[in-house]
Nanobody
Protein backbone atom coordinates (compact mmCIF):
# COMPACT_ATOMS: atom_id res chain seq x y z
CA UNK A 1 0.00 0.00 0.00
CA UNK A 2 1.43 3.34 -1.05
CA UNK A 3 1.44 6.11 1.54
CA UNK A 4 2.67 9.69 1.64
CA UNK A 5 4.14 10.72 4.98
CA UNK A 6 4.71 14.40 5.68
CA UNK A 7 6.92 16.09 8.23
CA UNK A 8 8.32 19.51 9.04
CA UNK A 9 5.33 21.64 10.02
CA UNK A 10 5.23 23.77 13.13
CA UNK A 11 4.97 27.24 14.61
CA UNK A 12 7.19 30.04 13.34
CA UNK A 13 7.24 33.82 13.56
CA UNK A 14 6.51 35.97 10.55
CA UNK A 15 9.61 36.28 8.39
CA UNK A 16 10.87 32.87 9.44
CA UNK A 17 11.39 29.66 7.49
CA UNK A 18 10.20 26.08 7.53
CA UNK A 19 10.95 23.08 5.36
CA UNK A 20 8.32 20.45 4.68
CA UNK A 21 9.12 16.93 3.49
CA UNK A 22 6.86 14.26 2.03
CA UNK A 23 8.08 10.72 1.37
CA UNK A 24 6.19 8.08 -0.60
CA UNK A 25 6.49 4.55 0.74
CA UNK A 26 5.35 1.21 -0.62
CA UNK A 27 5.78 -0.57 -3.92
CA UNK A 28 6.04 2.16 -6.53
CA UNK A 29 6.79 1.81 -10.22
CA UNK A 30 7.33 5.56 -10.49
CA UNK A 31 5.97 9.00 -9.64
CA UNK A 32 4.81 11.64 -12.10
CA UNK A 33 3.92 15.08 -10.75
CA UNK A 34 4.24 15.87 -7.05
CA UNK A 35 2.89 18.91 -5.30
CA UNK A 36 1.90 20.78 -2.19
CA UNK A 37 -1.53 22.16 -1.39
CA UNK A 38 -2.84 24.00 1.64
CA UNK A 39 -6.14 24.58 3.37
CA UNK A 40 -6.75 27.40 5.80
CA UNK A 41 -9.73 27.35 8.21
CA UNK A 42 -12.95 28.14 6.39
CA UNK A 43 -11.28 28.11 2.99
CA UNK A 44 -10.97 25.67 0.12
CA UNK A 45 -7.82 23.67 -0.47
CA UNK A 46 -5.53 25.53 -2.86
CA UNK A 47 -2.49 24.69 -4.90
CA UNK A 48 0.83 25.94 -3.53
CA UNK A 49 3.39 24.42 -5.88
CA UNK A 50 3.93 21.45 -8.18
CA UNK A 51 6.95 19.77 -9.72
CA UNK A 52 7.17 17.30 -12.57
CA UNK A 53 9.40 14.23 -12.62
CA UNK A 54 11.75 16.23 -14.83
CA UNK A 55 11.93 19.12 -12.37
CA UNK A 56 9.65 21.68 -13.99
CA UNK A 57 8.00 23.76 -11.26
CA UNK A 58 4.83 25.79 -10.93
CA UNK A 59 3.87 28.13 -8.07
CA UNK A 60 0.84 29.97 -6.84
CA UNK A 61 1.35 33.70 -7.28
CA UNK A 62 0.97 34.21 -3.52
CA UNK A 63 4.10 32.16 -2.76
CA UNK A 64 6.26 32.79 -5.82
CA UNK A 65 9.67 34.07 -4.82
CA UNK A 66 9.26 32.89 -1.21
CA UNK A 67 8.68 29.13 -1.51
CA UNK A 68 10.78 26.56 -3.36
CA UNK A 69 9.61 23.09 -4.29
CA UNK A 70 12.13 20.33 -5.03
CA UNK A 71 12.23 16.56 -5.18
CA UNK A 72 14.60 13.64 -4.82
CA UNK A 73 13.44 10.98 -7.25
CA UNK A 74 15.76 8.35 -5.77
CA UNK A 75 14.06 8.81 -2.39
CA UNK A 76 10.51 9.36 -3.75
CA UNK A 77 10.44 12.55 -1.70
CA UNK A 78 9.22 16.07 -2.35
CA UNK A 79 10.23 19.12 -0.32
CA UNK A 80 8.82 22.60 0.20
CA UNK A 81 11.22 25.25 1.47
CA UNK A 82 9.18 28.14 2.83
CA UNK A 83 10.96 31.43 3.49
CA UNK A 84 9.71 34.89 4.45
CA UNK A 85 6.61 33.31 5.94
CA UNK A 86 3.54 35.46 6.52
CA UNK A 87 0.58 34.95 8.86
CA UNK A 88 -1.60 34.33 5.80
CA UNK A 89 0.50 31.24 5.05
CA UNK A 90 -1.04 29.60 8.11
CA UNK A 91 -2.81 26.41 6.98
CA UNK A 92 -2.68 22.64 6.91
CA UNK A 93 -0.29 21.67 4.13
CA UNK A 94 -0.90 18.50 2.13
CA UNK A 95 1.39 16.76 -0.32
CA UNK A 96 0.04 15.05 -3.39
CA UNK A 97 1.60 12.65 -5.84
CA UNK A 98 0.54 11.04 -9.11
CA UNK A 99 1.78 7.49 -8.49
CA UNK A 100 2.52 4.89 -11.16
CA UNK A 101 1.75 1.61 -9.38
CA UNK A 102 2.59 -0.43 -12.48
CA UNK A 103 3.47 0.44 -16.05
CA UNK A 104 -0.25 0.84 -16.82
CA UNK A 105 -1.91 1.65 -13.47
CA UNK A 106 -1.70 5.05 -11.79
CA UNK A 107 -3.54 7.02 -9.16
CA UNK A 108 -3.32 10.04 -6.87
CA UNK A 109 -2.34 9.86 -3.24
CA UNK A 110 -2.53 12.52 -0.51
CA UNK A 111 -0.53 12.93 2.65
CA UNK A 112 -2.17 13.25 6.05
CA UNK A 113 -1.46 16.97 6.29
CA UNK A 114 0.90 18.96 8.48
CA UNK A 115 0.01 22.17 10.32
CA UNK A 116 1.96 25.34 9.59
CA UNK A 117 1.25 28.30 11.87
CA UNK A 118 2.86 31.70 11.33
CA UNK A 119 2.53 34.19 14.16
CA UNK A 120 2.62 37.94 13.61
Amino acid sequence: QVQLVESGGGLVQAGGSLRLSCAASGIIFGINDMGWYRQAPGKQRELVATITSGGTTNYASSVKGRFTISRDNAKNTVYLQMDSLKPEDTAVYYCNADIRFTASHRGARWGQGTQVTVSS
